[in-house]
């Protein structure tokens, strides 16, 4: 079985001393693809050369993350569009939050609109993070819709109709992790709704870890936890799952 790690932050500091062994441990669990989100420039150095070992099994990306949208966003944009280009499989994560403050909400609205066009002009996704900002995000991608943007959103913790309302935008895919796992979350009933060829897995690595390591720091190598969970929900097999969210994966970022 081939399970593609559609969202992990494997280069983050909590992996300083082992993220060499926690990508070589998802590639033992199968998890032999891996796409990395950027952040910001802070760790985008960290980001590359963790992924520069591992050619063929670790994709990057390019992105300004909404929680990173403060002081001096525009510098941070303007490198990012002077570095975008070939080498890099997506645009993201960007998105907006709304959970952790609305301090900058117009600036993260501005920085979304920027990267969702970006990404357009280069023909790649966009890798959408939406907290609390749903109906902002889907306002921006209306207003971008006559340029066909597609990609993913992140982290889908959402409802049948909110799914149903990013389906009408175009060519979107909705990534589920570890909280699919977790005991009454509403997205475990949800993905049974959700079809098979539309879902893409994640671990969003070190956070949302899955059951049973819940509390502890999440890797790649638990995808497989992730996958059997939606395979019960769907009343399908892991074998299934695998096969169909990996096939998914390689058409959204064009592996
Ligand atoms: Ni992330």
């Known amino acids: 079985m081939i399970f593609t790690d559609t969202h992990t932050h494997l280069y983050d500091e909590q992996f300083r001393d082992d993220a060499c062994a926690a990508v070589e441990r998802a590639v033992r669990a199968g998890v032999t693809r891996m796409v990395f989100p950027d952040i910001d420039s802070t760790s985008r150095q960290a980001m590359n ?12 990306c390019l ?7 403060g002081p001096g966003w525009e510098e941070e944009l303007e490198k990012i569009e002077s570095l975008a280009g ?9 998105g907006m939050d ?41 306002n921006v991608l209306e207003r971008c819709k006559a340029l066909s943007p597609r990609g993913v959103f992140h982290a889908f913790t959402g409802s049948r109709e909110t799914f149903a309302r990013i389906m009408k935008l175009g060519d979107w895919y909705v990534g589920i992790g570890g909280v699919v796992t977790f005991r009454n979350a509403s997205i475990a009933e949800t993905v049974k709704d959700i079809p098979l060829d539309r879902i893409v897995l994640e671990t969003d690595s070190p956070y949302l870890t899955p059951v049973p390591h819940r509390g502890e720091r999440n890797e790649s190598s638990y995808i497989p936890l992730i996958a059997g969970k939606v395979a019960l929900q769907k009343g399908t097999s892991i074998e299934e799952v695998a096969m169909a969210t990996t096939r998914n994966a390689e058409r959204l970022f064009n592996f």
């Open 86 to 94: 070939p080498g890099i499989c997506a645009i993201g994560e960007t």
């Open 98 to 138: 709304c959970y952790w403050s609305r301090e900058f909400v117009r600036e993260q609205e501005a920085a979304f609109e920027r990267q969702v066009r970006l990404s357009c002009r280069l023909g790649l996704p966009v890798i959408i993070h939406a907290r609390e900002a749903t109906e902002l995000i889907l």
């Open 49 to 60: 050369d963790l992924a520069g070992k591992y050619p063929g099994n670790i994709y990057t």
């Open 63 to 69: 992105g300004l993350h909404p929680t990173s949208v």
